[in-house]
């Protein structure tokens, strides 16, 4: 079992949550797991990416090769195309809709949209509407996640259990929220026919 | 054996509390700041009594970690590979009155400059000061070299440097973490004169230093970090530093490489481990991110004409980091490609935070400058730095921490009056203070803006060294009173920081304007904290 993902979006908008709850999970599941994240500078409402990689074996590279990564889970529409020359041909996206628009040049909603469904394998949807429609704000990027489970083999009281070890000591509520989300993205990717990668 | 998952940062730190370490010493700096963020936060750490907090700058960490070696303690010393250039002077010298208590300096470089102004690589410096390196190539390595490389350095009574990138610091992996070892005692160097450098003691440390270098060429041939891999195939030898090991064995997951390799993690580097893969081998393969120092290094020993490809003959890139498919290329494998970025995909560079008080100064600062003249604001290192880009482009240079003071100063010599140094409080007293001084002794005609966030904003808001002093600092260092001015920059004050701006310009001597109001991203997690409790 080999799993490497690109994770992607803004800088603040919770990509290394994603990552570590998976992490947490992988480790449960005596996986090896690998991530590197971004630091610094770029944090600062930049694009941001963390390659995560997990395995049944040990892993050697901290980056994916380009043309490798099985997914794209992308937390704002515009970064879910940034990495494309990192998906395998096979490989899918799973993206939120909803952009984060800081820049003047930020591209036309529609337009981008239709790109992102242009492509092979894709799961794109406004996980922020989802959020608020279950009464979860702030966790789009754990409904994102949700969608993005069925593609990762790591069974679902894993995943449970790392939004618990990350969120536990934020208190009940936070972890009933975030465990919502998941269950809600999950929900949403049942509308797709996922093809196994 | 406990496993813990660790970013490459915080490998080293664990390794160094492992270690026996009494002290670490640091100014914030991408991608070195988790490591003394890490053991600020350890519990273990505070229990043993490790000294955690930071200093003002590279060159004030790097020889209190020496004097801690001088009173017998293990310490490390940690800071970005530009920080090595500030604390170049004890660095350089420190290996001439050797170490005490063992002496770690730990450098993270940056190839690719996600974070920084160059992607000098370090190894050069450990080169240059002649002591042994430790490049780790994982996240285990670079806990191990952490934790016994106090043992190497004080076998031979020498500092030693641990290089990282940037990929390796940022990036976790499980580590399995070993027993803890003792702090050292208290113990003053049997050779009083050892710390001494007046030439005629300088010239016989540095035989020492001289005579130890057949020893630590001796470490490196039977180092545990350098290896020999026996390959059927002996078209190619491959020598592979570092990280660029797991790139390597990355497009060979079977681990069937069939060339021969060197993995090297020690320097000086082992003679005769390359010797022996050159003579073996009919061309060299050089993987390393960073400079090209193996390629050129290994040419001055052994070079009979054979081929020795990598970064500096051009078939690796001479710029940039390594990254697994580079590697393939270099290999003759083929590799994959992805999709290409559609057009519609539009840079997204790192912005000014909403509510952050630069935006403010920088409004105010373009409106005063109008009736000034262009392009001569100076500025310097910190979140501020992205004042030059859209929309306010208003500032125009950016070099190296203090930079901003000294070159308005020396712009002002030139006759460019008046001119402008925007600089941040924590790199105002990293390397700010000592300009103004200059400036002050020479009455210059420059104004400089303290944009004071009250924290080092840009590696994550660590505690600035001079918060609410620094008005003291500038009187003290001979601003007159009355040129310096304190400004809250918040939008209802534009008006009144753009006059205060403008008088300060039409001043024809040193100024300095401290726009203070705290780091938006710093006081929110205050107000979250308090909240909580």
Not at chain 2, 46 to 66: C, D, F, G, Q, V
Not at chain 2, 68 to 91: E, I, Q, T
Not at chain 2, 234 to 243: P, V
Not at chain 2, 295 to 307: L, P, Q, R, S
Request: glycine share 8%; proline share 5%.
């Amino acid at each position: 079992m080999k799993k490497d993902i690109i994770l992607s979006g803004v800088g603040g908008q919770g990509i290394l949550s994603i990552a570590a709850i998976i992490g947490f999970a992988a480790l449960e599941k005596n996986l090896f797991v690998k991530q590197s994240e971004v630091h610094g500078m770029s944090q600062r409402g930049g694009a941001v990416e963390s390659h995560l990689r997990i395995s049944d074996k040990e892993i050697a590279s901290d980056l994916i090769p380009f043309g490798e990564a099985d997914l794209i889970i992308s937390v704002e529409p515009m970064e879910s195309l940034r990495y494309l020359p990192f998906l395998s041909k096979d490989g899918w996206i799973i993206t939120n809709t909803t952009p984060f628009v800081n820049i003047p040049n930020y591209p036309d909603l529609e337009l981008l949209l239709k790109q992102i469904n242009s492509y092979k394998n894709v799961i794109a949807f406004n996980a922020e509407e989802i959020a608020k429609k279950i009464k979860a704000p702030k966790t789009s990027n754990v409904v994102i996640l949700g969608a993005a489970s069925p593609f990762l083999e790591i069974p679902y009281e894993n995943l449970v259990s790392g939004i618990k070890t990350l969120f536990g000591r934020k208190g009940e509520d936070i972890v009933t929220m975030n465990i919502n989300a998941l269950n809600a993205g999950i929900e949403e990717s049942k509308k797709y026919t996922i093809t196994a990668l | 054996m406990k496993k813990l998952l660790l970013l490459g940062a915080e490998a080293i730190a664990q390794g160094a509390i492992d270690g026996g370490m009494s002290g670490i010493y640091a100014y914030p700096g991408t991608p070195s700041t988790e490591i003394t963020e890490y053991v600020q936060n350890s519990k273990i750490a505070a229990e043993r009594k490790i000294h955690s907090k930071w200093s003002a700058n590279e060159k004030t960490a790097m020889e209190a970690a020496l004097g801690m070696s001088y009173a017998g303690k293990r310490a490390m010393v940690c800071m970005k590979h530009v920080g090595l250039n500030v604390a170049a002077d004890p660095f350089i010298n420190s290996a001439i009155t050797g170490v005490n208590g063992g002496l770690i300096i730990t450098v993270a470089d940056d190839p690719s400059m996600h974070s920084s102004q160059n992607e000098q690589d370090s190894r050069y410096m450990g080169k240059f000061a002649l002591i042994p390196i430790l490049e780790p190539s994982n996240q285990q390595e670079a806990y191990d070299m952490a934790r016994d490389g106090f043992e190497l350095s004080e076998k031979y009574k020498t500092p030693v440097l641990i290089r990282i990138t940037t990929r390796l610091s940022h990036s976790r992996y499980g580590v399995a973490v070993k027993e803890m070892k003792s702090q050292n005692n208290n113990t003053l160097p049997d050779d009083a004169k050892q710390f001494v450098l007046l030439p005629a003691i300088a010239r016989k440390r540095y035989k020492i230093l001289l005579d130890n270098q057949k020893n630590f060429i001796a470490e490196s041939e039977n180092s545990i970090f350098n290896k020999y891999f026996e390959g059927s195939d002996k078209s190619k030898g491959i020598i592979a530093c570092g990280i660029a090991f797991n790139y390597l064995l990355e497009n060979y997951k079977e681990n069937n490489c069939p060339y021969s390799i060197v993995k090297i993690g020690q320097y000086p580097l082992p003679k005769n481990l390359i010797t022996k893969l050159y003579n073996e081998c009919n061309e060299i393969l050089v993987l390393e991110d960073g400079y090209p120092l193996v390629e050129e290094t290994i040419k001055g020993f052994i070079d009979n004409g054979k081929v020795i490809n990598g970064r500096l003959n051009g078939l690796l890139p001479r710029d940039g980091e390594l990254n697994p498919t580079i590697v393939a290329k270099g290999l003759g494998l083929p590799v994959k490609d992805g999709l290409p970025i559609p057009e519609i995909v539009a840079n997204r560079p790192p912005e000014l935070c909403n509510g952050c008080s630069h935006r403010d100064v920088y409004e105010a600062l373009n409106e005063a400058m109008k009736s000034f003249g262009e392009k001569r604001v100076f500025s310097d290192i910190g979140c501020y730095t992205l004042g030059a880009l859209p929309p306010y482009n208003a500032i125009n240079s950016c070099v190296d921490m203090g930079a901003s003071i000294t070159m308005a100063k020396g712009a002002a010599d030139a006759g460019l009056v008046p001119a402008v140094a925007v600089i941040g409080d924590s790199t105002f007293t990293h390397s700010g203070i000592t300009g103004l001084l200059d400036a002050v002794n020479e009455k210059s005609p420059i104004t400089v803006i303290i944009s004071d966030n009250s924290a080092v904003a840009m590696t994550g808001g660590q505690q600035s060294s001079a918060t609410g002093r620094l008005k003291e600092i500038c009187i003290g260092v001979g601003v007159e009173s009355e040129h310096v001015r304190v400004l809250n920059p918040v939008p209802k004050y534009h008006h009144e920081m753009v006059d205060v701006m403008k008088e300060e310009l039409s001043y024809n001597g040193v100024s300095v304007i401290i726009a203070e109001r705290e780091c938006i991203q710093t006081a929110s997690k205050k107000k979250k904290t308090k909240s909580k409790e």
